[in-house]
């Protein structure tokens, strides 16, 4: 099993930034793929972007890329998501989730976080 907390939501401006993190515990972190996805009211949730065990590889969802940035810290178990350029159609609960495989699809994914909530006025 492996737990996922996240955080650093909140409340931003149109063109500004936040950093969510998010805190693993349980079974070995490094040995999983990290990905991000995020969903809006009414939406269904999507994919937003994923990295490799060793953080080697990335991959962005194109509405993100130039403006996202996942990394992660596997001596402190963490996985981030910088956001920067924020626009209103960023908001939404945004989720970590850990898996074996790792893809863009939800399936993918064997662990998840409870989500944390952003929103971006305009």
């Known amino acids: 099993q492996v737990q996922l907390v996240e955080s650093g939501g909140g409340l931003v401006q149109a063109g500004g930034s936040l950093r969510l993190s998010c805190a693993a515990s349980?079974?070995?972190?490094?040995?999983?793929?990290m990905g991000w996805f995020r969903q809006a009211p009414g939406k269904e949730r999507e994919f937003v972007a994923r990295?490799?065990?060793?953080?080697?590889?990335?991959y962005y969802t194109d509405s993100v890329k130039g403006r996202f940035t996942i990394s992660r810290d596997n001596a402190k178990n963490t996985v981030y998501l910088q956001m920067n350029s924020l626009k209103p159609e960023d908001t939404a609960v945004y989720y970590c989730?850990?898996?074996?495989?790792?893809?863009?699809?939800?399936?993918?994914?064997?662990?998840w976080g409870q989500g944390t909530q952003v929103t971006v006025s305009s």
């Open positions: 989730a850990a898996g074996g495989v790792g893809g863009v699809a939800r399936g993918q994914y064997d662990y």
């Open positions: 349980g079974r070995t972190f490094s040995g999983y793929v």
């Open positions: 990295i490799s065990w060793n953080g080697g590889i990335t």
